[in-house]
């Protein structure tokens, strides 16, 4: 039986290592490991869970509804959480639809009795009831045969990010805790640090609005070939509190950021968050103005918040973790 590391299947799959790492921890797929072997490898069986995984969020299936089909071997369950969805569809395309056909027909009034005056008129309530009337829906018919290549387009243009979608926040600057990690499951090895100094320092108690934040940094190489990947945290704490090794206090000098919460893990969202950012008219990235400095790693300066920080420390469960994806940005 073949085993795969972790790198050979984020690379194979286009699945991040944290999304398979959260996967993990919330039961969905299981790793091995392999004698004198440091990393995590997956079987055939993790493996063919992935790509099942893979199509039902590609389908916009909820996680935790993913999880009652890969953990039910009743097919009448599986049937009527398919069949919920569907409903669910239909409504967004009956929605879309109505709000399709009113705005072809206005253009259609607009160019057929091309009256200036007529834009004022066109949405009084006589207007908007006998258009809405008229409407009429053909029945929503799913198409046949549809490609990985259709279905992987169709999951694209539903994640796209629309202005509702995203939150312009100022993010005040802050003295941090900061812990770093490196190697295979560094998220979970600086959040690991980051709640045993927030538990025995009772931090929550003396600072109970203290923020969390992470991000990718990798180490400078120094005459290696690749440099290993690392991962810092970081808990807001009051400026003039002790902090143990190996902890370090960091300065964060605070700024604009586009925001938006990550979706079911799904990391592609920062792409997303990203061309928003840059198709906006008022707004521009930001990577030229660090608020933070790290001489001795890469940074990009975008990072995540985990949202409810409180909370989350309390009861430590991923499936209730939420993130905020935030970009750097600045106004045009």
């Not at 180490?219 to 290696?224: F, N, R, V």
């Amino acid at each position: 039986m073949e085993l795969k590391t972790i790198r050979q299947i984020s690379l194979d799959y286009g699945v991040s290592r944290r999304m398979l790492c959260y996967y993990e921890e919330i039961g969905l797929i299981k790793s091995r490991r392999k004698d004198d072997y440091a990393y995590r490898v997956y079987d055939e069986d993790a493996i063919k869970r992935l790509q099942q995984i893979i199509i039902l969020r590609k389908l916009q299936i909820p996680m935790k509804q993913i999880k009652d089909i890969l953990n039910n071997q009743n097919a009448v369950v599986v049937i009527e959480i398919f069949k919920q969805n569907i409903i669910e569809i239909d409504e967004q395309i009956t929605a879309l639809s109505a709000v399709r056909s009113i705005l072809t027909r206005f253009v259609d009034d607009l160019q057929e009795k091309a009256d200036v005056h007529l834009k004022l008129d066109i949405l009084n309530d006589k207007t908007m009831l006998a258009v809405v009337s008229a409407l009429s829906f053909s029945e929503n018919k799913i198409k046949e045969n549809v490609s990985m290549e259709e279905l992987n387009k169709a999951n694209e243009n539903l994640s796209k990010l629309e202005d509702k979608d995203v939150r312009i926040v100022y993010l005040p600057p802050m003295t941090v805790a900061a812990a770093y990690a490196s190697g295979e499951d560094c998220e979970g090895k600086s959040a690991y640090m980051i709640a045993q100094f927030v538990i025995k320092s009772e931090l929550l108690k003396i600072k109970p609005d203290a923020r969390s934040f992470g991000f990718d940094c990798n180490i400078k190489p120094s005459g290696i070939e690749e440099a290993p990947r690392g991962y810092e945290m970081w808990v807001s704490v009051p400026d003039d509190m002790e902090v143990p090794v190996p902890l370090v206090k960091r300065t964060f000098d605070g700024g604009l950021y586009a925001a938006h919460v990550l979706r079911t893990w799904d990391f592609a969202d920062r792409g997303h968050l990203e061309k928003w950012v840059t198709d906006s008219e008022k707004y521009d990235i930001d990577w030229n103005s660090p608020r933070w400095v790290l001489p001795e790693s890469h940074v990009t300066q975008n990072f995540e918040e985990t949202l409810n920080f409180y909370n989350f420390v309390q009861n430590g469960k991923m499936e209730n973790l939420q993130l905020d994806i935030l970009i750097p940005i600045k106004e045009k």
